[in-house]
């Protein structure tokens, strides 16, 4: 895990955001010499060495301008038709770029459901990996045309954020319009300071950022707030830039004092937790005692059926559930039993499982390893590895 800006060197695998507020605009649509410019840096770093992914917006915001949808809000259709409209140009354009320095690109256009999904996770990272290995820059977007409110990612800087755990990403930085988060607006006030290095995200942090985006983005600076924990939270240093700076990037990647650092701290999640903890859809609750409560939060402890007073939901064998202690959600993870089954074995010992079911195929409900606790119970250092 990167530490400070002087181990940014040592990035060998870079995700790289860029803001539908740099690609396009109403006047020029698409903005081609800010493309040419970001894909002549970003080839000099791979030739330095780098892997680099492009997560990028924009397919939206170029369909409105060549439908001529603008100053409206649209509907879902609308915004759909109108990335099936973007998307190409979007393409056609890095295509040209990067065209330029004899790189071909590979579009990856995924959903929230593809990650919640562990095979398609899986091929996915896979898929990446092959592109690496013949020099070939994977350019991801949300797929706009059949996304659903469900299965939406809600904006692209927490696509950005899983696409880095994805490829095991080293670093996240996420490319807008704004240097830096400030300690206030800058537009609004001129004494505000650009926040250098956020070694732990707080409260105070996202009071700073508001919820603004530009009229072409969906994400403001409090959604790139919440992808930084996301990325950071899994062991990938996230970063605000100006992508409206020449040579910010490269800056970034010597040490220098560009833009904001988020910095991972000790609570570093598996890659398997992560996707528990972001991705996965909650199918029920189990609750549990105090008993139960305390060995889980205090001794690390899979959770057992001997602690579970009561069960909601109807869920499957391997069906992400929520755990609920007597003073709320402690955590999630994937049940071992069907709904149906820890109905019947809920207050028995391990011991009594095969009694009462006629087999046992795990001694826990839930083990500690597919296990993630809520942010407010994680402790201070967990070592994890995968």
């Known amino acids: 895990m990167i530490r400070n800006r002087a181990e940014l060197a040592s ?12 690609l396009a605009d109403a006047e020029h649509g698409i903005r081609l010499d800010v493309i040419d410019r970001l894909v002549d840096e970003l080839q000099q770093l791979m030739v330095d060495g780098r892997d680099i992914v492009i997560v990028t ?3 939206v915001a170029l369909g409105r301008v060549r439908l001529d949808w603008l100053g409206r809000e649209l509907t879902v259709h609308e915004k759909q038709a109108a990335a099936a409209v973007g998307q190409p140009q979007l393409m056609s354009a890095y295509g040209k770029a990067f065209g330029r320095h004899g790189r071909c690109v590979a579009q990856m256009l995924l959903t929230k459901d593809d990650l919640r999904n562990r095979r398609r996770y899986l091929n996915a990272s896979n898929t990446s990996e092959t592109l690496f290995s013949v020099g070939v820059v994977p350019i991801v977007n949300e797929n706009d045309t059949v996304v659903v409110s469900e299965i939406k990612f809600g904006d692209n800087d927490s696509l950005g954020a899983l696409v880095s755990l994805v490829v095991e990403a080293d670093l996240l ?20 300071s650009r926040i ?6 707080e409260e105070k942090h996202v009071k700073m950022a508001g919820d603004a985006g530009s009229s072409f983005g969906t994400g403001g600076m409090a959604s790139k707030l919440i992808a930084a924990q996301i990325a950071t939270r899994a062991g990938v240093t996230a970063a605000i830039v100006s992508g409206k700076n020449p040579g910010a990037l490269t800056r970034l990647l010597t040490g220098e004092d560009e833009g904001t650092l988020f910095l991972c701290g000790e609570d570093r999640q598996t890659r398997r937790k992560h996707w528990i903890s972001e991705l996965l859809r909650s ?9 139960a409560n305390r060995a889980v939060l205090e001794q690390g402890c899979s959770l057992l059926p001997v602690g579970v007073v009561a069960v909601h939901g109807v869920f499957d064998k391997g069906d992400c559930v929520e755990i609920i202690g007597p003073d709320g959600k402690i955590g999630r993870g994937l049940s071992n039993y069907t709904a149906e089954e820890i109905h019947k074995i809920m207050g028995k010992t391990s011991d009594e499982i095969e009694e009462v079911l006629g087999y046992m195929d795990f001694t826990s409900l839930i083990h500690r390893d597919n296990l993630v606790l809520s942010d407010a119970h994680q402790p201070s250092a967990e070592h994890t590895g995968e």
């Open 173 to 192: 930085v996420m490319l807008t319009d704004v240097d830096g988060l400030y300690d206030r607006n800058p537009a609004r006030h001129a004494d505000a």
């Open 57 to 59: 917006s924009g397919s």
């Open 196 to 201: 250098s290095e956020i070694s732990h995200l």
């Open 11 to 22: 990035a060998r695998r870079v995700v790289i955001k860029i803001g539908s507020s740099l």
């Open 283 to 291: 199918a029920g609750e189990i609750h549990i005692d105090r008993g």
